[in-house]
T-cell receptor, first 115, second 110 residues
Framework: DTGVSQDPRHKITKRGQNVTFRCDPISEHNRLYWYRQTLGQGPEFLTY????????KSRLLSDRFSAERPKGSFSTLEIQRTEQGDSAMYLC?????????????FGPGTRLLVL | GIQVEQSPPDLILQEGANSTLRCNFSDSVNNLQWFHQNPWGQLINLFYIPSGTKQNGRLSATTVATERYSLLYISSSQTTDSGVYFCAVENTGANSKLTFGKGITLSVRP
């Protein structure tokens, strides 16, 4: 069990550019979640997948954001035409559904700074 | 949606002291987790505790679901306990997503 991994760990970009983040969940975990955390706040839910199906999207996820999990394993989160307000920590988590005590395990996050 | 309130917002302790962190939530929950966020931003699982009491070393947690609160106890605090503690809940019927409180910032002084 190698834990949830995210790449890159840090990203600095200019306003208007597109960025893509990757998340590799714990192997065998069929659920994968994306959250966003801004300074001084708790993480906020963005979206989640069960296997390859995207089952829920938050209203925070504007049409500039898209997430995929094509084979039910890793996931990508893309932000198009980045804005300064997108600067945040993007966290990925995974869990195994149907287990007693379904616990979400978080990755180290990707810190995005939009200049 | 469900509201999660944590108190106190900030806590300063001397090494060796005990503390109690509180989490109140506004609706029934399927899941409640306590996390410790380290200075690098990593969220570390402490407890999965939608009800009942659990202990892990110097940490213990109690959730009284009928009264909609959870408590995290830290005994004999150490400087390495410093960081932000989050309570997160999954509202019944909320499709697995966690709603987090704003966190409690704990500073343990040597």
């Amino acid at each position: 069990d190698t834990g949830v991994s995210q790449d890159p760990r840090h990203k600095i970009t200019k306003r208007g550019q597109n960025v893509t983040f990757r998340c590799d969940p714990i192997s065998e975990h069929n659920r994968l979640y994306w959250y966003r955390q801004t300074l001084g706040q708790g993480p906020e839910f963005l979206t989640y997948f069960q296997n390859e199906a995207q089952l829920e999207k938050s209203r925070l996820l504007s049409d500039r954001f898209s997430a995929e999990r094509p084979k039910g394993s890793f996931s990508t989160l893309e932000i198009q035409r980045t804005e300064q307000g997108d600067s945040a920590m993007y966290l990925c988590a995974s869990s195994l559904s149907g287990t007693i005590g379904e616990t979400q395990y978080f990755g180290p996050g990707t810190r995005l700074l939009v200049l | 949606g469900i509201q999660v309130e944590q108190s106190p917002p900030d806590l300063i302790l001397q090494e060796g002291a005990n503390s109690t962190l509180r989490c109140n939530f506004s609706d029934s929950v399927n899941n409640l987790q306590w996390f410790h966020q380290n200075p690098w931003g990593q969220l570390i699982n402490l407890f999965y505790i939608p009800s009942g009491t659990k202990q892990n070393g110097r940490l213990s947690a109690t959730t009284v679901a009928t009264e909609r609160y959870s408590l995290l106890y830290i005994s004999s605090s150490q400087t390495t306990d410093s960081g932000v503690y989050f309570c997160a809940v999954e509202n019944t019927g909320a499709n697995s997503k966690l709603t987090f409180g704003k966190g409690i910032t704990l500073s343990v002084r040597p």
